[in-house]
């Protein structure tokens, strides 16, 4: 900026970095009013911290806006980024009840309480940055989690923020709304998946899952195990660990948990939720799911998100079980099946001692410490959910080629594929392990739509059927959509963020899918298969209209799509 006059220097250099991260908005109190059960999430994007690449965390919940408020920059109870102190979150009492449905204005949520809550995660966010695991959260429980956001904002030494306005957001029909909403809910309420989620929680997907082969073991390396399935599942929760069912705003069903751990003298705890069980469970072969709610808990205390952590804990388990590094390397044992050392390794990765400061930088991270590079389970830099996409071929396409890296939010192909079709959409049943360009539309379908949803601040639990979806937003926002128009304005922000990044430098190279997931399993309920991704990437790009050497959306894709800007700014 040396010689760059005043103005040029704050408006093209210092408000781009401040804007870092920014907290897109559009929707942010659609939780509270409009009322609409299902709405109630909000979007934090930035650039990837190790990549570079356009990424984004979603958060499933609304903010409080009675009780948030701004904290002073310099502030002298929020430690700055370069003290080593961590801040723990472990003293506030009822935490997950702060987080849970109370926590929203004319409920009956103590106000001190709420503050107190909000001082100790500005201080989560204060001591993140290059200090701190890369996969820190902005907040705890169910909010924006993925890509390591939380260690942007406090590399940028944000403490917190504070979002609060008295507009009241004007329906363009209020008497359709009014309508829309009622037959919503009717809907939400009789639909057998949300049935079945508001007796089970998320949980469920363990049950469900087992049958198919889409829940990991050991690090994606093995099949079902009955020892497993029998301990780890919505029954053993329900009967062993349940405190209460907690709903977002306004949802009826009330899939969050409230748990007591027993076993750890914790009597209150949040969750965990179905990511959390499988990763610190089934994928190091453990049958705790005490222990597995353990883990996730420091998770939430440390504002870690708990896929990055178990997955990349895994991967050390994985690594000391195949004789790959040693105890001494490690500073302790990983058998198959003890989730204790999971538990160290945790906080570990929280303080960033001793392997923890390795583990911190995630499973790429790790793997290449260890000359082994190729055996990290990850996209672009982030961890793979733990839906196994050898159980259901789609979902490794959209792991492949999801713009955040490998995300189930982007796209749930297992979810279709266990009969959550939308047949207007061309959403349909196909054989889970047929091969062919039936297959890569349906993934590229299931991503438009989720891309849709995910902008229209949708809960996916919650999808309140297409027609619903149609008249809320005539009635909310005047908008004469149908179905086509649902799925071009998919396809449309798909690429959108498709051109970002290939603006910020991603390929063709970008979209792979890590050799652990090519492997196929023995005595598995995947029935030996995995995706023939040389067949099927190429048969994805041609349907999706994106050039075969570059990984960009062709120019005739992007005008189709009213995106001339893109096309501007990439060919």
Sequence with gaps: SKGLQERSIIVRHAMKNALIPVVTIVGLQFGNDPAVDGIQRHVVPSKDLLTAFYVEGRAFRTINRQHLRPIPADDPGTPHPAEPAMTDLSHIDHLSRVTGPTAHPGNDTDPQETTEWIDALAGVLASGGPQRARFLLDALQAHAARTGLGAVMGSKKLKAIAAYGRAEIPLADPKEFKETLRRTMKFVIEDLLTQALRVGGTVLSLDAGFMYGDVPRR????????????????????????????????????????????????????????????????????????????????????GMDTISTASTIGLLYYLYNEGIISAEQIGMALPWGDPEPAIRLTRMIGSREGIGDIAAEGALAVATHFGVPELAVQVKNLEVPFHDPRAFMGQGLVYATGNRGADHMSGDCYEVGRGRIIPELGLDLLDRFEQSEAQALMAARTMDYRSFTNSAILCHFEDPQIDNLVSLLRSIAGIEADYAWIARMGERITNLKRALNCRLGATRADDTLPKLLRTPLVKSNTEGNSLDFEMMLPIYYRLRGWDWETGKPLPEKLSALDLPEAVAALW
């Design 219 to 302: 690090y994606f390396t093995a099949g079902e195990s009955a020892h497993i399935e029998d301990n780890v599942n919505m029954s053993t929760l329900a009967e062993t660990m349940l405190t209460r069912h907690l709903a977002c705003f306004r949802c009826p069903i009330a899939c969050n948990r409230e748990v007591h751990l027993d076993k750890y003298q914790e009597p209150v705890v949040d969750g965990p939720e179905y990511e959390t069980v499988a990763g610190f469970t089934t994928n190091l072969d453990s049958p705790d799911m005490q222990a597995a709610g353990m883990a996730g808990h420091i998770c939430n205390q440390l």
